[in-house]
């Protein structure tokens, strides 16, 4: 009888076992076919991000993560503490860039960049920061918030329902009097179709210069939301705004440079081509180009771009949360989370992989500040050579290296990777930036007799 029991509980047991297994498998099925839940109706007017948290939790939860503030080794930012005022309420800050690297106000003097730069903090901060910089002390037209605000509504509303007149109206605007529909940073509009979820491109400017760089590619009519792959878009959401871009025209609108490629060489000749200048140096009287954040054009020359390595693979990569798999909307450096962002791929352990891309950044760095050095001494050879009554001719021959040799390390500066997306390239550009500055000099030294 006991046996008979024994068999019967084992019985009982297995079968309770089993049938907990298929049912845990039947509702993973479940959650991995029914991805989402639609509790609310979306479309190109739902702006408030936590409406679509209500279909979207988890990839929402991760959003929210965004207001960390959690600094690498050569990135990021730390909580600075900020004494609030009624211009400024903001009560914490990011470190100040020009402290550290104080050749900045030279490179950038006579312009809004000098008065106030600080470390990069998340997408949560992209819009409070961009309103109380110092650099509003200098009126800035509208077309800033391209990159610093959730756009697709602002720009529907004033153009009456049509985004590229929006788009045109606001560049043109003031940003004091453009600023005032626009009420969140970037939000899951900008990046996704609220009936299919499927990423899409909603800045004017990216796919105006998509087009125009596959178009020196040998590739016509290239309509980014119709022809580019999913892969693709994985990164070109992202460069929508992490590029290098200018203010055309007395209508400031904002047009990506790509016409000739997206190598700094190329950006430059196609600059020079069409004589644009953002300011004059205050102290050499320099035509100047001031670089943005070209990351989405030194990703495109790294080694991970030609593998096939997606921005969102390493700074959204994808995680499971049960049966689903999503991508992790809080967009940091991969090098906080090295196990998630690199060892999908790289099998070296945690500690080996952080140690060799600090090591990377940590050369760059050091190039980076000779880069600096070397121009600003281009630029105290300039001013004595001006003091001392030398020939025009001969300062804009070092005028003109100046100009070349600002962009070139204002790139790699600006671009926020401290040289990890492409090392290579940046020892290149750096290298180059040195070059003419010294070139600079030496024109002074043989011409005005320095």
């Not at 105006?208 to 040998?218: F, M, T, V």
């Not at 891309?357 to 760095?365: F, K, N, V």
């Not at 070139?408 to 671009?415: G, K, L, R, T």
Request: glycine share 8%.
């Amino acid at each position: 009888m006991r046996k008979n029991a024994f068999i019967l509980g084992g019985a009982v047991v297995a079968t309770l076992v089993i049938a907990y297994v298929l049912t845990d498998i039947i509702e993973k099925k479940s959650e991995a076919s029914n991805p989402f839940f639609r509790v609310v109706e979306l479309t190109d007017t739902t702006q408030n991000p936590a409406t679509w948290g209500q279909n979207f939790p988890l990839q929402y939860d991760s959003y929210l993560r965004t207001v960390d503030m959690v600094r690498t080794r050569f990135g990021g930012s730390e909580s600075i503490p900020h004494d609030s005022t009624a211009d400024d309420p903001r009560r914490v800050t990011s470190q100040q860039k020009l402290d550290h690297l104080p050749q900045l106000k030279r490179m950038w003097a006579g312009y809004a960049f000098a008065r106030d730069f600080r470390e990069e903090r998340g997408h949560a901060y992209m819009l409070e920061d961009q309103l109380f910089t110092g650099r509003q002390a200098v009126p800035q037209p509208g077309t800033c918030l391209n990159c610093h605000a959730s756009m697709v509504v602002p720009w529907l509303r004033a153009g009456n329902g049509d985004l590229m007149a929006g788009f045109d109206s606001l560049n043109a605007k003031p940003y004091s009097e453009a600023v005032k529909g626009v009420t969140h940073p970037i939000t899951c509009l900008d990046c996704h179709d609220p009936e299919t979820m499927q990423l899409r491109i909603t800045r004017p400017g990216f796919m105006e210069g998509i087009r125009a760089l596959k178009a020196s590619q040998g590739i016509a009519d290239f309509d980014v939301n119709r022809d580019a792959t999913h892969l693709e878009m994985r990164s070109y959401v992202c460069g929508q705004c992490h590029v290098e871009y200018y203010f055309k025209g007395k209508e400031k609108r904002l047009t990506f440079p790509w016409q000739k490629g997206v190598q700094v060489d190329s950006i430059y000749a196609y600059y020079s081509q069409v004589g644009h200048d953002d300011w004059k140096h205050a102290e050499t009287g320099a035509g100047m180009i001031k670089a943005q954040h070209p990351e989405f054009e030194m990703w495109s020359m790294g080694t991970h771009a030609k593998a096939g390595v997606a921005c969102a693979d390493c700074h959204m990569p994808y995680r499971r949360v049960g049966a689903q798999k999503i991508s992790d909307h809080h967009v940091r450096s991969p090098l906080l989370d090295v196990a998630a962002s690199c060892q999908v791929c790289h099998r070296d352990s945690d500690t080996e992989l952080l140690a060799r891309a600090e090591g990377i950044q940590d050369r760059h760095s050091r190039l980076r500040d000779r880069a600096l050095n070397a121009l600003v001494d281009l630029i105290d050879d300039i001013e004595r050579a001006q003091e001392r009554g030398a020939d025009e001719a001969t300062l804009n021959v070092a005028r003109e290296f100046q100009r070349r040799a600002s962009f070139y390390v204002d790139f790699v500066e600006a671009e926020n990777s401290t040289g990890f997306h492409a090392d290579q390239e940046g020892a290149r550009i750096l290298g180059e930036s040195i070059d003419y500055s010294r070139r600079g000099q030496r024109a002074l030294w043989t011409s005005a007799g320095l």
